[in-house]
């Protein structure tokens, strides 16, 4: 394990470059493709571009407010001493490993992460499970550090607290140094964006990346099989888009005026709801000059498929 750099009064955005620098733990679950929250295209995006804004939500805020707390709570539960490591780290022989922990355990070649959940994502957390995505992250800091076994402690909001020790697993290690060497050597290094996953995040960063358009027509090749599977999924899909509106239609039959209906398995509800929406055909003929003003103009690429 060699020091990158000290993070010790870094600023962010400072921080946020030097994590550019090769992959960090929290990137590997997305890498692996089993980050739910997060695909390897944004990863991709994230370390190929010079943009340095950080995404950010309530949730995440409210992580890294917590993360004191949490390890405060790890330390009175298993009566071990925590200290921050203050760094980015690299591993010298897979130095597109990065590792930014949040705990080094005292007197132990380990490590903490410390995570929270909100009550809704407990059953991830049940009976000694951990969600893979961050099982991942915590081998990622032991191929980093060389630890011999990492922590990971979680508070589920208002719920409990709870912290299990992972052990290192070497096949795991091997398989996830050969998944980030080839994304960072095959992907990042060359400039080739990564298959997409077929996930609303993937879409997003395909936009992102071709965001204008040129009037040029290339030849298509090499995609017919899968534009007639498309078909085919479109098909499917649409019976069963209809057997499942008509099953909504069956159920609103019989509520009838009632709001709920429910037994042991299920709660269906159907209830009035008010909605106020701006009548934009209204303001532009009687109000164009306001419309005008307020009007805000965006570019997108619209996708279409017809069939010669």
């Not at 949490?70 to 690299?90: L, P, T, W």
């Amino acid at each position: 394990m060699k020091k990158l750099v000290s993070t010790a009064g870094m600023d962010e955005k400072i921080w946020l470059a030097y994590r550019k620098k090769g992959i960090g733990g929290s990137d590997a679950g997305a890498v692996c493709g089993l980050n739910p929250y997060r695909s390897a295209m944004a990863v991709y995006l994230d370390k190929t571009t010079e943009e340095t804004e950080q995404i950010d939500n309530e949730a995440m805020r409210q992580g890294r407010a917590f993360e004191d707390y949490v390890a405060r709570r790890f330390m009175e539960a298993s009566g071990k001493k925590v200290r921050r490591a203050n760094a980015i780290f690299y591993n010298e022989q897979y130095p597109f490993m990065l590792a930014d922990v949040d705990r080094m355990v005292v007197g132990e070649n380990a490590g903490l992460e410390c995570k929270t959940a909100s009550p809704y994502m407990a059953d991830y957390w049940k009976n000694g499970r951990i969600p893979i995505h961050y099982e991942l992250q915590c081998h990622h800091y032991m191929v980093v550090t060389g630890a011999d076994c990492w922590y990971i402690a979680v508070l589920i909001y208002g719920r409990e607290f709870k912290w299990y020790r992972i052990e290192r697993d070497e096949e795991l290690i091997n398989y996830l140094i050969e998944v980030e060497r080839d994304f960072w050597e095959n992907h990042v290094q060359k400039k080739v964006l990564p298959n997409p996953d077929g996930s609303k995040i993937a879409g997003s960063v395909i936009a992102q990346y071709y965001r204008q358009s040129v009037l040029e027509s290339i030849p298509l090749i090499g995609f017919d099989e899968k534009l007639q599977r498309r078909q085919e999924l479109l098909g499917i899909i649409e019976r069963m888009d209809t057997e499942k509106k008509q099953i909504e239609q069956e159920l609103k039959l019989y509520l009838g005026e009632a709001e709920f209906a429910e037994n042991e398995h299920y709660r269906v509800s159907w209830k009035s709801v008010c909605s106020n929406r701006l009548d934009e055909k209204r303001l532009k003929e009687e109000l164009p000059d306001i419309y005008d003003k307020y009007r805000k103009e965006t570019v997108s690429r619209r996708f279409m498929i017809k069939v010669a």
